[in-house]
């Protein structure tokens, strides 16, 4: 036990991140904890401003700062509400065998993911949207046998409950799979403060694309609240009489994903230009026309799960009155 506790403690010391230990600064609707830092500790990241403190105050395992325990409680959130739920997690070889273990995450009593380290440096995330039906959550690590359990921090984000949440209800949990940025100009990642619900957006280059950009400022965000760094680029066909396409593969055609689009027209067309597209999902009609507002955001997403298939193929056409090929900004998979 006293291993672990050391071992998080001294974590707070080695993370690639640069801190400052100040007195917390508050973020509305955001719970940052810092898994092992003791009580009377906090600090903000100089990267991104946010506020980190002990568990002490949110975890009831009866052990607390150590997280020895396999289940975890957060207190102090509101039944009903949407939620991003990230957890992190960072080896470090903090005990020098260079061994990374493995172990399985739960929530509740279902599987959340199964937590794996691709080298003993990386950091590995897990993240879902969740709607709580009481005042706790309740993640749970699961020993699998290959040593112990651990986590270094939990981020809990309270999002619009017209946004995810159409589809996130007490019955569901929505994972995360991609949030990529089409069109990035900078190659960056973005979360808060560029985006106000500290979603992390990764750059991601479409194959035989050409990139847009806009410094106009968005006329508004929308539910989704995207940050309008993500949204004032974008991504269209090098070949204008071709579809625009996203894929992915999965090893278990009983998979659920949801699909979220987010379009912005960046470019202010002319009274004779018309941007309208078609969207498929493997060859068969998933929604359209899509007319992109100009400065305005709109998310396209799943109603139903899709599901049946180990790879999916989205392709956005162009309408035969559109003078303009497809565009895409950005979007996520759960």
Known sequence: MGMLLHFLLVLFGVLPTIFVLIQAQDQSGFISIDCGLPAHLNYSALD???SYISDAKFIDTGVTKRILSTEIILKHVTSGNIYLIRASFYYGNYDNLNQPPQFDLHFGANVWDTVNFPNVSVTTTREIIYTPSLDYIQPCLVNTGSRTPFISAIELRSLNNTAYGKYSDKSSVLSLSFRSDIG?????????????N???????QLNEMKRLST????LGQGSYKLPAIVMSTAAIPVNASAPLQLEWETYNVNDRFYLYMHFNEVEELAANETREFNITVNDKFWFGPEIPGYRSVNTISSIRPLTGAKRYQISLYKTENSTLPPILNAYEVY
């Open 198 to 204: 500290d979603r992390i957006w990764f750059p991601f």
């Open 184 to 196: 990035s100009i900078t190659n960056l990642q973005y979360r808060y403060k560029d985006d106000v």
């Open 215 to 218: 410094n106009e400022d968005l």
């Open 48 to 50: 991104t401003g946010i």
